[in-house]
C-alpha cells in the first residue's frame, strides 16, 4: 500500500514567491496533519484536519500560512509571501482516527529552501 | 515548553549492544507514543502505549511507561547499524501530540 505522498520533496525559492506543498494521505484515514521540523524548534504541528474539516490551526505561526482539504485524498499548505525563516522541512501525516493522539504516518517531507 | 523530553540528546554505542533512551514529560497522558526518523527520511511509528499499560515489547524493542514518575524508556537490544537514527516520544497534550527533540542513537559497527 502506498504511504503518505508529499510534493514536492524539493522547493527551492526567493523570498517573497508563494510556495505551494501538496499532501495525500492514506486511502481510508480520517485525520491529517502538518507538522513543521526545524533545528531550533524540533516538530511543530501545525494544523490538523478531521474528516477535511480543520480541527486546530493554533500552530500555524502567521497569516502567510494557509492550509486547505478540498477532499478526503488531497490537501495543500501554502506560504504567501515567503520568508527566509520559513525555510524547514514540511511533513504531512494521517491517521486512520478521527484524532490528533493516535499513530500517524508520516510521508517524506519537503525541504524547504528560502533564499 | 515541550511536554516530553528525551534524554540522552545523542547516544553512540558498538553494533550489538544495548540503547537506552529515556522521556520525561510534564502532565498526565493517555498514552505515549515512539517514533524513529532515519536522515532526510519521515518519522515512523515504532511503539504506543497507553497509560494503564507498564510494559510493551515489539521485537527487538521494549518500552516502558512509569505514570507516577512521568517517564518512559525506549531499550533496543542487540543494536545493528540500521538502527542508527534519531528517536523521538510524543505524548498527548490537549488534543494534540506533542514530539520531544529527540535522542540521536548512532551504533557502530
Known amino acids: 500500500d502506498a504511504g503518505v505522498i508529499q510534493s514536492p520533496r524539493h522547493e527551492v525559492t526567493e523570498m517573497g514567491q508563494e510556495v505551494t506543498l501538496r499532501c495525500k494521505p492514506i486511502?481510508?484515514?480520517?485525520?491529517l496533519f502538518w507538522y513543521r521540523q526545524t533545528m531550533m524548534r524540533g516538530l511543530e504541528l501545525l494544523i490538523y484536519?478531521?474528516?477535511?474539516?480543520?480541527?486546530?490551526d493554533s500552530g500555524m505561526p502567521e497569516d502567510r500560512f494557509s492550509a486547505k482539504m478540498p477532499n478526503a485524498s488531497f490537501s495543500t499548505l501554502k506560504i504567501q509571501p515567503s520568508e527566509p525563516r520559513d525555510s524547514a522541512v514540511y511533513f504531512c501525516?494521517?491517521?486512520?482516527?478521527?484524532?490528533?493522539?493516535?499513530?500517524?504516518?508520516f510521508g517524506p517531507g519537503t525541504r524547504l529552501t528560502v533564499l | 515548553s515541550q511536554q516530553g523530553e528525551e534524554d540522552p540528546q545523542a547516544l553512540s554505542i558498538q553494533e550489538g549492544e544495548n540503547a537506552t533512551m529515556n522521556c520525561s514529560y510534564k502532565?498526565?497522558?493517555?498514552?505515549l507514543q515512539w517514533y524513529r526518523q532515519n536522515s532526510g527520511r519521515g518519522l515512523v511509528h515504532l511503539i504506543l502505549?497507553?497509560?494503564?499499560?507498564r510494559e510493551k515489547h515489539s521485537g527487538r524493542l521494549r518500552v516502558t511507561l512509569d505514570t507516577s514518575k512521568k517517564s518512559s524508556s525506549l531499550l533496543i537490544t542487540a543494536s545493528r547499524a540500521a538502527d542508527t537514527a534519531s528517536y523521538f516520544c510524543?505524548?498527548?497534550?490537549?488534543?494534540?501530540?506533542?514530539f520531544g527533540a529527540g535522542t540521536i542513537l548512532r551504533v557502530k559497527s
Open positions: 501525516a494521517s491517521s486512520i482516527l478521527s484524532g490528533s493522539t493516535d499513530t500517524q504516518y
Open positions: 486511502s481510508g484515514h480520517n485525520s
Open positions: 484536519f478531521n474528516n477535511n474539516v480543520p480541527i486546530d
Open positions: 502532565t498526565s497522558i493517555n498514552n
Open positions: 502505549i497507553r497509560s494503564n499499560e
Open positions: 510524543a505524548t498527548d497534550y490537549g488534543n494534540k501530540l506533542v
